[in-house]
């Protein structure tokens, strides 16, 4: 899966760069969507009954065809004549890329702890055991994916080091 992440968002910075308007908050999103969809479509296929690998296979039957359309419809990005390696591609990463590389990496831990951890709350703590406790994933991928779609305006707005300061410096203030 990292390497489709990874694709996905160099394909959306290609579009960015070409179109000169941001998209990879959206471009998130929907990859956000994509969790709750997944999520919910989980919970309800549980709740008929239907073993885990029918579920599986049945979804990928029914996405296979839909996402080779999808990739087939993307548009066509002209790439720039690739360039020798230099001197200058090798040079040290400055100290502040690995602060940002370390706070997204903190981020994406804390995103992944959620929806790993949020069914087990739902049961562990919350006693939830009416066959829809996997609806904390969904819930919470909805309010990713309404944060991600808000995130191009906002930067589009504000600019990306005034959002990095304010998320960062939100996450200073206790919260009980």
């Not at 296979?57 to 790439?79: F, Q």
């Not at 004549?81 to 090798?90: F, I, N, W």
């Not at 831990?109 to 087990?120: L, N, P, R």
């Amino acid at each position: 899966m990292p390497f489709a992440q990874v694709s996905l968002n160099v394909f959306a910075a290609r579009i960015e760069k070409e179109i000169d308007v941001k998209i990879m908050n959206r471009a998130h999103g929907f990859w956000s969507m994509g969790i709750m969809a997944g999520s919910l479509t989980g919970v309800q296929l549980a709740s008929f009954g239907l073993a885990v690998t029918v579920s599986l296979v049945s979804v990928a039957v029914v996405l296979m065809p839909i996402l080779i359309m999808v990739a087939n419809a993307l548009p066509d990005i002209k790439t720039t004549q690739s360039k020798t390696v230099t001197d200058e591609a090798l040079r040290p990463i400055p100290n502040a890329v690995w602060l940002v590389a370390a706070v997204i990496f903190g981020a994406t831990i804390v995103e992944g702890a959620m929806i790993d951890w949020a069914t087990v709350y739902m049961v562990e703590i919350a006693g939830v055991l009416s066959g829809s406790e996997g609806l904390a994933v969904t819930i919470f991928s909805g309010f990713v994916t309404l944060g991600r779609f808000m995130g191009d305006a906002l930067n589009t707005s504000y600019g990306t080091v005034f959002l990095v300061r304010l998320c960062l410096g939100s996450r200073a203030i206790p919260h009980f």
